[in-house]
């Protein structure tokens, strides 16, 4: 095992391997404004590769909110053994529809939602696409993760709603056949904290209910990720873990992390107010450990790695379950 802190920290991971990636596979979904395209990054070798999708966040950044972004999460999950899909969600910055009026700009959260679902639902085609995957996936090993907005989508996707009234269409965006899904990060319920400005600018926000989110999630957040253009309430990003049901969710809290937790969406982002490789190595490898124990009962990744969070001099956050 592993303990580089350059690589994980002091969380113990399996061995890396060299990273192959294919971008853009495109897709063409109908209905859709523009193609959904996909970065693909696996490890070199390896069969029956566990998949992972990993949903970006809303950001104001060009290109970071984009298949292209969140390279130090991405590269980290593919080098240890996932097949890491990342697909530019209609939000993107780099598409230019944020403003142009269509339904449910400028956040596009149920398009978000409903790219995750389209992708597992063609990964033959993706497979297909991309040669040297050929006969490599676990299509029935599916995991998610995802930040900020992303964490948002990932929470759908395990069962959260958005409960506006004036909405009539189906409320409900969950897929079981994501195993596992990690939430960094996320908005919160839309309480009397919810800031003026995100009820006015995303108004989808007043209507966050985590109370049907039924599916096994990790919860990140982080004891200084606060921003008052949102809420004045520090808990706010934890709402996905206090307000959904007990039985498979886990809470990580991160110290001291601000909303990029060091770094995630990209290397050197001048959107890092927090800036802490060290964090982002550690957080990286407990998802990692997370998500490999939810998808193979025997493996002691995660309990190895609390163990190791809990044994440090100076932890990096705390761990708990309902």
């Known amino acids: 095992m592993s303990t580089a802190f350059t690589e994980a920290g002091t969380i113990p991971v399996n061995q890396a391997q060299p990273v192959v990636t294919y971008s853009p596979v495109v897709l063409d979904i109908p209905g859709r404004p523009a193609p959904l395209e996909i970065k693909v990054s696996w490890p070199a070798t390896g069969d029956n590769l566990p998949v992972l999708v990993l949903s970006h966040g809303h950001g104001a950044s060009n290109f970071l909110a984009s298949n292209l972004g969140y390279e130090p999460l991405a590269t980290f999950f593919a080098a240890h053994g996932f097949v890491?899909?990342?697909?530019?969600?209609?939000?993107?910055?780099?598409?230019?529809?944020?403003?142009?009026?269509?339904?449910?700009?400028?956040?596009?959260?149920?398009?978000?939602?409903?790219?995750?679902?389209?992708?597992?639902?063609?990964?033959?085609?993706?497979?297909?696409?991309?040669?040297?995957?050929?006969?490599?996936?676990?299509r029935d090993s599916v995991v998610a993760v995802g930040h900020s907005l992303g964490g948002n989508t990932v929470s759908l996707l395990l069962g959260a709603r958005m409960l506006d009234p004036q909405d009539d269409r189906d409320k409900d965006l969950s897929d079981a056949r994501i195993k596992a899904g990690v939430v960094i990060g996320a908005p919160g319920i839309g309480d009397e904290h919810l800031a003026s400005w995100a009820a006015e600018n995303y108004p989808i926000l007043k209507y966050v209910d985590f109370s049907q989110m039924t599916g096994t999630g990790l919860v990140v957040a982080g004891t200084k990720d606060l921003n008052l253009y949102f809420s004045d309430r520090v808990s706010y990003r934890s709402d996905a873990y206090t307000h959904s049901p007990g039985g498979n969710k886990t809470l990580l809290t991160i110290f001291d992390a601000e909303h990029i937790y060091g770094g995630v969406s990209g290397y050197d982002a001048a959107e890092t107010s927090d800036e802490n490789p060290e964090r982002v190595a550690t957080l990286r490898a407990l998802i990692w450990a997370y998500l490999r124990s939810q998808l193979y009962a025997d493996d002691p990744a995660w309990k190895n790695a609390v163990a190791a969070l809990e044994a440090g001099a100076e932890p990096w956050g705390t761990v708990e379950t309902k």
């Open 84 to 138: 890491v899909l990342q697909p530019t969600h209609l939000d993107a910055v780099a598409l230019g529809l944020r403003d142009t009026g269509l339904p449910d700009a400028p956040l596009f959260w149920r398009d978000r939602a409903l790219d995750v679902s389209h992708i597992i639902d063609r990964l033959a085609d993706i497979e297909a696409a991309v040669s040297l995957l050929a006969g490599r996936i676990d």
